[in-house]
């Protein structure tokens, strides 16, 4: 059955409709930000094994997050001369029995219209023509498709039984499965999808269809063995790299694996290279192939292990010359001491991020997945963990890498100044706006706009920012000209954005507008198996700049810093070993260790209520990078009654500096 033999009359106005404020209302699940991640990562492979069927992987994802009884996609086509939804995917326990609908008969239409979801009880009942599905729908939730910033249809999920109600949760993940696929859907259409998912691989990898001619490479290939795309995308594997991947034993490998769909491990070669000489790898391969399509791909992993053996070899040599070889761990003198020039002398280094703990790596793996798309990323943890570095990672290995990274800490300026440096301001907009000013939206146009501290946006002016964002066009103040943008948003917080929504101190449309790709930046003191790796790290850029020879760090240092909870983080362990690099007249790492000491009265614990108060406002101090205005916003009280407790318990500016530093 098709569009015209379905009816397309309405049962009047949708008074069943039920706002997104009212689903505040409602009691709501906990989140499940790994269930989460882990559909967006199912999303992401799909792109690679079958991106024809990413649609109904939504449309899967979203049935078991939200735990619905059947879930759906339609989008919107022009059929006959009509505009009539298309079901694009199904998965529950609804079978349609007609495949497209037209638009003002289907209950998609209504969060086309607001352009925001929507909320219907029993759709049957103003959408006559759903009346003959079984199971009858009880509550469906409708949240609008864009790509491109155009609104291609809707995903809904439905409930068969009155007891299912949908909530918040369900809508914040509803819309971020469908932002990330549509993002991701729009890459595909540009035949970008493989490209851009392979920049972000850290390993050597190349992509070879069932000719073995090479269709794409990771980034690090390039970097590795020092190739051009140009000289190597669209060539025979035999033939890019001056003829060095000749190979005959790695070419009849691929060749049997190809039609067996199987793999190999570990296959060691060696080849020339033009600019690197002979080099040894290990090959891993496996043969993918795609959905309805006859034809294989292979995927074949590279590592060089030239300088690996090589070393292994001289190491084998030195345990034979050595009566006492040295035991296996980190490097230590006599004293005790720690090497900063052992094992790790390049540390697990990720576009600046530094750590390989299981923490840190999972939050790595996040960025690989969601960088290539335009999707808006909301980054969460505390001050020092490393926010912007991840917001900078994102842009750097996504395909606008090329264009501007622009940041604004909103918490930084004052409120009435934070809508003209979002959106600027036109010539005569207000007394001293002499000229025409260009605001950070713009500026970042076919870039990347990253908005720290997210949390302190003023409520009147979240409004603009909402609608800039979803409209992807703003005006200047003072303007009355509408100017579009092409801008991929990454927000940030140390702040409880779910509990500001609950006290109205922050809007839920546009939390459920950033929230679509959560990262949370692990603390240090969960992390502390990367103190070492970052202190050694640390130690060494600051001893070079300031011309300074360190090789070591005392055990004890390094015990002391592995114990202590670093409240500050990164920044706070930055600091203190610039700090210990300052003090250090050695070739040791000279560490203040008593500084990471509790003091006498907390480990007492006979302090006073002043003492009590007063940590505890420096506490908060140190977590609003020492803005006073935002340290008062936070404690609940004015600017000026925060200033007058700072000179009554003795918070001089000087105190303040060395918290900071």
Known sequence: MNARSVGASRAGPLDAIISPEELLQRPQRKPDFEALSGALIRLARSLVTSPEGILQELVQDALELCSAHSAGISLLEEEHGQTIFRWYGVAGQLSPQWETLPRNGCPCGPALDKGSIVLISRPDLHFTNLAPLQPRVEEAMFVPFQVGGVTMGAIWIAAHDRLRQFDAEDARVATALGDFAAAAYQSLSRSLVLKSIFAT?????????????????????????????????????????????????LLSHLEDALPKESIFENLEVKATLPLLGQRTMLLNARALRREKHAAGLVLLAIQDVTDQKSKGEDLLLKSLLSPLPNPVGRQRDRDGQESINDDLADPPNFEGIIGNGNSITEVLEQVEVVAPTDATVLILGETGTGKELVARALHNLSHRRKGSFITLNCAAIPTGLLESELFGYEKGAFTGALQQKIGRFERANHGTLFLDEVGDIPLELQPKLLRALQEKAFERLGGTRTI?????????????????????????????????????????????????????????????????????????????????????????????????????????????????????AEASGDASIDQMERDHIVRVLRESDGVVSVAAKRLGIPRTSLNAKMIKLGISRTDLSRIWQ
């Open 201 to 249: 691989i850290r390993e050597p990898l190349l992509l070879l269809d069932e000719k073995l001619r090479v269709q794409t490479a990771s980034r690090s290939f390039y970097e590795a063995f020092q190739e051009k795309p140009e000289a190597t995308e669209g060539r025979l594997l035999h033939q890019i790299c001056d003829g060095a991947w000749n190979v005959p034993e």
């Open 484 to 600: 579009p943008i092409d801008v991929r948003l990454v927000a940030a917080t140390n702040r409880d954005l779910r509990q500001m929504m609950r006290d109205h101190l922050f809007r839920s449309d546009l939390f459920y507008r950033l929230c679509v790709f959560p990262i949370t930046t692990p603390p240090l003191r969960e992390r502390a198996e990367d103190i070492p790796i970052l202190a050694r790290h640390f130690t060494r850029k600051y001893a070079l700049e300031m011309g300074r020879t360190i090789d070591t760090i005392p055990a004890a240092a390094m015990k002391a810093l592995m114990s202590w909870s670093w409240p500050g983080n990164v920044r706070e362990l930055e600091n203190f070993i610039e700090r210990s690099v300052i003090l250090t007249q050695g070739s040791s790492l000279s560490v203040p260790i008593s500084e990471l000491q509790p003091d006498a």
